[in-house]
């Protein structure tokens, strides 16, 4: 990846804040969570200490790799829907991650949790569905009690690997939705495997462009450079890599832009040749 200019190099070692882009009619906006540090070394195996030592701008000043957590809101004529729920008001491992912020991010957009028709999951790991099962903070009452949960079959059948406590919020609200099935106007779930058993990414498209919000996919923008290199979190390396191969060819057609929830402080941009790899190009860079 190109390094940024100047202080835009700053961005890839913070979490994002809000950020939003359009697309014909839609309004589509990152809702930040929370964030986590994550080694370099042991969350992207495949590197090594001379890469990090190349490109230090990905690293904050414990040498950690920063990743966002929250979801995607997607607006449409009235209508919202949230891909992905962030980590919810907790944390674990004391300054590792934490969340807690989606709901004030929601209201700072303008919208309350019970406007939210559906919610719609990349996956089940605990960072993108925290505020799917956990309460508001002080009560009970679930935020998006009211709204669908949409997840692929495949995912859903290996729930026993998730807690006990969220699958017990989830099931009454869970609708499967199949491979290449339309979610919401605009937007169709298409599952892809590898980072998880039935992990799925989301299609958008409005106004003749088309985003693709790719879930765990990629967690780093510096993986799009290097398709291959795996996330220690990948249920399936191998496919993981290979899907990544076609994802970042894929997000490098024109008039196509990404959404990676995890890219720190650049969760939406665009994939440009450069030289003999790929590279991340943040949108309002």
Do not use: C, K
Request: aromatic share 8%; hydrophobic share 40%.
């Amino acid at each position: 990846m190109t390094r940024l200019d100047g202080g835009e190099d700053e961005r890839l070692r913070r979490p994002a804040g809000i950020r939003t882009v359009r697309l014909g009619d839609a309004r589509l906006s990152y809702v930040p969570d929370g964030v986590v540090r994550l080694r370099p070394l042991a969350s992207l195996p495949d590197t090594t200490s001379e890469v990090w030592a190349a490109h230090p701008q990905y690293l904050d000043e414990s040498g950690n790799l920063v990743a966002s957590i929250g979801g995607l809101l997607v607006e449409y004529r009235g209508r919202a829907l949230l891909i992905d729920a962030g980590f919810g008001p907790r944390s674990w491992l004391p300054g590792a991650i934490h969340g807690g912020a989606l709901l004030d991010s929601l209201a700072e957009l303008g919208r309350r949790p019970e406007e939210i028709e559906a919610v719609a999951f990349t996956h089940l790991h605990p960072d993108h569905t925290g505020w799917a099962w956990h309460p508001v903070p002080g009560g009970d009452r679930l935020p998006f009690a009211h709204a669908t949960y949409l997840l692929s079959e495949e995912e859903w059948a290996g729930r026993d690997l998730v807690g006990a406590q969220e699958i017990a919020a989830l099931t009454p609200r869970v609708r499967i939705v199949a491979d290449g099935q339309e979610v919401f106007p605009g937007v169709r779930m298409r599952v892809t495997g590898g980072h998880s058993p039935g992990h799925a990414e989301y299609v958008i498209t409005f106004g003749g462009q088309r985003l693709i919000a790719f879930g765990d996919a990629l967690v780093s923008p510096i993986q799009v450079g290097h398709p291959g290199w795996s996330s220690s979190f990948d249920h399936d390396p191998a496919e993981s890599a290979a899907h990544r191969r076609r994802l970042v060819a894929e997000l490098a057609e024109p008039g196509t832009i990404g959404f990676g929830v995890h890219f720190a402080d650049v969760v939406f941009g665009r994939v440009r040749p450069e030289g003999d790899h790929f590279a991340w190009h943040p949108l309002d860079a």
